[in-house]
């Protein structure tokens, strides 16, 4: 089964900062997904990706398949931010679903 | 329309209540699934439907049926459930099972007294 790694676990930046998440995984992967959960709520997906780069806005997903890693930029931080950030992989075939990281709790100060 | 929707928002109930969750989605998906979260942990899958039928039970207690009763309904029965079925209990769909962009409800948070 695939692991899924998440760094860092915990993120506090001042507002207007550029923000890092990584996500790291064992095993080959169909994609790869990016997700966003505000404090009791539900769950937004951000990107799914296979390869490459994607943007939306202010935010940017990498994914380098060889080294079996993928980041989350967040440009130009506001307070709105403030979310869990979530990597989640579907590693294809058989009777899999998602293997979700364990999140990035993350918090954008004003 | 790109909404899934779920209802009750939040639910309370005993150990000996019967209760249903419900979860609907209008995109056309032919997948759809159940997670449970719990606070601080990732979701955790527990049941998936493809074209109405029961693909993947990731080994869930009996005290959990899932039920789709079409391609656009998904419903999860509850019985006899523990203290410990607390949880924020989360329905997605995609296009198909697989590589496919999963869309999530606002959840269903669950309380068992």
């Known amino acids: 089964k695939n692991e899924v790694e998440q760094s860092p676990q915990n993120l506090t930046a001042q507002e207007g900062e550029f923000i890092t998440i990584n996500c790291s995984y064992s095993?080959?992967?169909?994609?790869l997904h990016w997700l966003q959960q505000h404090p009791g709520g539900g769950i937004v997906s951000l990107f799914m990706?296979?390869?490459g780069k994607k943007k939306h806005g202010r935010l940017i997903a990498t994914i380098n398949i060889q080294e079996k890693h993928s980041s989350l930029h967040i440009t130009a931080s506001h307070p709105r931010d403030s979310a869990v950030y979530i990597c989640?992989?579907?590693?294809?075939?058989?009777?899999?679903?998602?293997?979700f990281g364990k999140g990035t709790h993350l918090i954008i100060q004003p | 329309d790109t909404e899934v929707t779920q209802t009750p928002k939040h639910l309370v109930m005993g150990m000996t209540n019967k209760k249903s969750l419900k979860c609907e989605q209008h995109?056309?998906?032919?997948?759809m699934y159940w997670y449970k979260q719990k606070a601080k942990k990732p979701p955790e899958l527990m049941f998936v439907?493809?074209?109405?039928?029961?693909?993947i039970n990731e080994s869930v207690p009996s005290r959990f049926s899932p039920e789709c009763p079409n391609s656009s309904l998904l419903n999860l029965h509850l019985h006899a459930l523990q203290p410990e079925d607390s949880a924020l209990y989360l329905c997605?769909?995609?296009?198909?099972?697989?590589?496919?962009?999963?869309?999530f409800g606002p959840g269903t948070r669950l309380t068992v007294t």
């Open positions: 997605a769909s995609s296009q198909d099972w697989g590589s496919y962009e999963q869309y």
């Open positions: 095993v080959g992967i169909s994609a």
């Open positions: 990706l296979s390869s």
């Open positions: 989640a992989v579907y590693s294809g075939g058989g009777a899999d679903g998602l293997t």
């Open positions: 995109m056309g998906h032919r997948a």
């Open positions: 439907y493809s074209y109405e039928k029961l693909s």
